[in-house]
């Protein structure tokens, strides 16, 4: 079984600061690692995803988070946040070997203040 | 290219009744699952639908059950309403490739009140 643990449930920034989500994952087997993004009232978008390979993976819009094993950590960052970036994250996991369940933490809310 | 659409988007029932949420998969999509999502909580794996059969399930009573249809859409059926089932429920479409990293992608969801 897996599990995910974001550490902070609110996290309040100002614009144009640096932010750090932070996610870690429990899992007996190997996993695949996900950070989706929901906007008020509105479904899950992905960000983005780590399956192999560099262990950090960037998004098209200036987010980026690194795998780390030995921490088994997957910690989201942006150097330079917008108010269009408030929004809830959540990190995932799935089981590699074609499960498609997705493990979910409970989600962070990431305010960002003018 | 229209993603996943869900209906109805909120709704209102009583306790005991018992409601039914549809979904339609993202074009060229043959997968279905849906989430649980509680206010204040993140999304919880209900069950997915492949090839029209259940292929896997979470930890939810039987009260929840489900449908594919020969089109790929879904339903999700819910028995026996109860206070504790108020939430956004969420349909998620892929298209199976054996590979548990392909990309899942989510409807807006269905605001389910019970009262």
């Known amino acids: 079984a897996q599990s995910v643990t974001q550490l902070d449930s609110q996290v309040p920034v100002f614009e144009e600061a640096p932010v750090e989500l932070r996610c870690n994952y429990s899992?007996?087997?190997?996993?695949?690692l996900f950070w989706y993004v929901q906007y008020p009232n509105q479904g899950l978008q992905l960000l983005l995803k780590y399956l192999s390979g560099s262990t950090l993976v960037e998004s098209i819009n200036g987010f980026e988070a690194e795998f780390n094993k030995s921490q088994t950590s997957f910690h989201l960052r942006k150097p330079s946040v917008h108010i269009s970036d408030t929004a809830e994250y959540f990190c995932?996991?799935?089981?590699?070997?074609?499960?498609?369940?997705?493990?979910f933490g409970k989600g962070t809310k990431l305010t960002v203040n003018p | 290219d229209a993603g996943v659409t869900q209906s109805p988007t909120h709704l209102i029932k009583t306790r005991g009744q018992q409601v039914t949420l549809r979904c339609s998969p993202k074009?060229?999509?043959?997968?279905v699952s849906w989430y649980q999502q509680a206010l204040g909580q993140g999304p919880q794996f209900i069950f997915q639908?492949?090839?029209?059969?259940?292929?896997q399930r979470g930890n939810f009573p039987d009260r929840f059950s489900g449908h594919q249809f020969p089109n790929y859409s879904s339903e999700l059926n819910v028995n026996a309403l109860l206070l504790g089932d108020s939430a956004l429920y969420l349909c998620?479409?892929?298209?199976?490739?054996?590979?548990?990293?392909?990309?899942?992608?989510f409807g807006e969801g269905s605001w389910l009140t019970v009262v």
């Open positions: 899992s007996s087997v190997s996993v695949y």
């Open positions: 074009s060229g999509h043959d997968t």
């Open positions: 998620a479409s892929s298209l199976y490739q054996g590979f548990s990293g392909n990309t899942i992608y």
């Open positions: 639908y492949y090839e029209e059969e259940e292929r």
């Open positions: 995932a996991v799935r089981e590699q070997g074609g499960s498609e369940k997705l493990v």
